[in-house]
């Protein structure tokens, strides 16, 4: 894997390490309380719906209502690195905004090839977010593949605690969740308060479908992965992520073999 030489930096693996560098790069303004900020979503979430007039509003006046009541440097972007049409879309009204990738170190390689694209392409920050260990020092401790044996472990331990912690210093984070991707996802709101991770969570895209994603992408030359063309239209880690027939459920190659369909972020 290589690094990122544009834009980037990294969130280091121990817990030390990570606090260190994350305060010390990241170099964000003082959080307002969260009381505040769960008040601030409230009103936004109602302040769109009347702005909107009885449609919904769209993402770029999602993104407009952010960009007036926070700063870009207390905002964070997650993205899996399938598309970067929700970096594209923030990055507009927000340059230079952080976009956090969780590096689990069990990506394709075509992910890491994108996430360098949206390094250079785009007017963002991309931050990896590691793991608090290394693939080999998990298989020290756990047992090799423990995906295959405990993948809600394995998520915690690599993609759940890494997001919690690098979202610590933020006031609000955007999301690419979408509604049509699963019934869990069915009710996403566009604004609301992430009681879980004590911040505003911002969904721009939920009411969108994943052919409107694409058509954006298409319009607008954002960096796309290259699985999603060759049967990935949903894309995970390597060892949990299968190639689904023309017409499936999307993310049905998702653990395909289990029953698991969340990793876990956004329960
Ligand atoms: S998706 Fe699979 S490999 Fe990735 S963190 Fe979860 S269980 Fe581990």
Not at 31 to 58: D, I, K, M
Not at 157 to 173: A, D, H, I, N, T
Request: net charge negative; glycine share 6%.
């Amino acid at each position: 894997m290589s690094a990122i030489n544009l834009n980037a930096r990294t969130l280091k693996a121990s817990a030390a390490k990570a606090s260190t560098a994350a305060s010390a790069a990241r170099d964000l303004p003082p959080r307002r309380p969260a009381a505040e900020l769960q008040a601030l979503a409230e009103r936004g979430s109602a302040e769109l719906a009347a702005a909107a007039n009885g449609r919904e509003a769209t993402a770029a006046e999602v993104v407009a209502w952010v960009a007036r009541n926070f700063g870009a440097g207390s905002v964070a972007v997650a993205c899996s690195m399938a598309d970067a049409v929700l970096p594209e879309i923030v990055s507009r009204q927000l340059p230079g905004v952080d976009v956090l990738f969780l590096d689990t170190g069990y990506h394709f390689a075509e992910t890491y090839e994108t996430r360098d694209a949206v390094a250079a392409a785009l007017p963002v920050t991309v931050v990896d977010v590691l793991p608090l260990t290394t693939v080999p020092e998990q298989d020290a401790q756990h047992g090799t593949e423990l995906f295959a044996r405990d993948p809600n472990a394995c998520c915690a331990m690599r993609k759940v605690e890494p997001l919690q912690r690098s979202l610590g210093g933020y006031e609000l984070w955007f999301t690419g969740v979408r509604r049509d991707e699963a019934p869990t996802r069915a009710n996403t709101p566009l604004v609301t308060w992430d009681e879980r991770n004590g911040l505003v969570k911002v969904n721009p895209v939920a009411a969108w479908s994943y052919d409107e994603l694409m058509d954006y992408a298409t319009e607008h030359h954002v960096p796309v992965n290259v699985l999603l063309s060759q049967g990935y239209p949903s894309i995970g880690c390597a060892p949990c992520t299968a190639p689904v027939a023309a017409g499936a459920d999307p993310r049905s190659g998702r653990w395909a073999t289990l029953e698991k369909t969340e990793c876990g972020l956004h329960l």
